[in-house]
């Protein structure tokens, strides 16, 4: 079983950032891709970002290249997503997302979900 915790959400206004963190425990990761979705109200739940665990090749949605970086740290179980440059839609809430169940990161069969940060950006 995987636990996740992410931190960082809060408001901002657009043009700002902010910093998301996913607390990960409960297994070894590193063969784990882990990774973070959205959900806008009234939206569907979408892809953002993932990384892989042990070699570090990363993902993004067309939306957020450039202005989103997905990182980890080893030492901490912890994965990290800065967003830059945002934009009032980027307003969701963000999901930590662990193990991809068929390894196809950009449908949302993940194995493992934390349980939200919201984001706002205010225009």
């Known amino acids: 079983q995987v636990h996740l915790v992410e931190s960082g959400g809060g408001l901002v206004q657009a043009g700002g950032s902010l910093r998301l963190s996913c607390a990960a425990s409960?297994?070894?990761?590193?063969?784990?891709?882990m990774g973070w979705f959205r959900q806008a109200p009234g939206k569907e739940r979408e892809f953002v970002s993932g990384i892989s665990w042990g070699n570090g090749n990363t993902y993004y949605a067309d939306s957020v290249k450039g202005r989103f970086t997905i990182s980890r740290d080893n030492a901490k179980n912890t994965v990290y997503l800065q967003m830059n440059s945002l934009k009032p839609e980027d307003t969701a809430v963000y999901y930590c997302v662990a193990s991809p169940r068929y390894g196809n990161v950009y449908t949302n069969e993940w194995n493992y979900w934390g349980q939200g940060t919201q984001v706002t950006v205010s225009s």
């Open positions: 409960g297994r070894s990761f590193s063969t784990v891709v």
